[in-house]
């Protein structure tokens, strides 16, 4: 009987969504587990100056980009909820 080893861990791999319009991805782990889902900050449109929003230009799912406002706590408005920083990547 011949036992089988593996040196290298599987590799996560990458699950891509549509979400109103906006790209989201995640990890997926070789346990089943996954990360959570985040959408791709590309730019920020400026600091935030006097407590009013700034601008983040989020990853749309055809490619392009939309323009959301991010507050001084870097919560996101995407589809109408704001989003914490565990949400997006940059």
Known sequence: ???KF???PEEPTWEERNFHGFRQ???KYPNGSH???IFYVSTFGG???DGQDSI???LMFDGSL???PIDRKGRILIAGKWWDRRHWDH
Do not use: D, K
Request: proline share 5%.
């Open 1 to 3: 009987m011949q036992t």
């Open 6 to 8: 593996s040196f290298m």
């Open 25 to 27: 991805t995640r990890e």
């Open 35 to 37: 990360s959570e889902w």
């Open 47 to 49: 600091p935030v100056i």
């Open 56 to 58: 983040a230009n989020v």
């Open 66 to 68: 939309r323009a959301c």
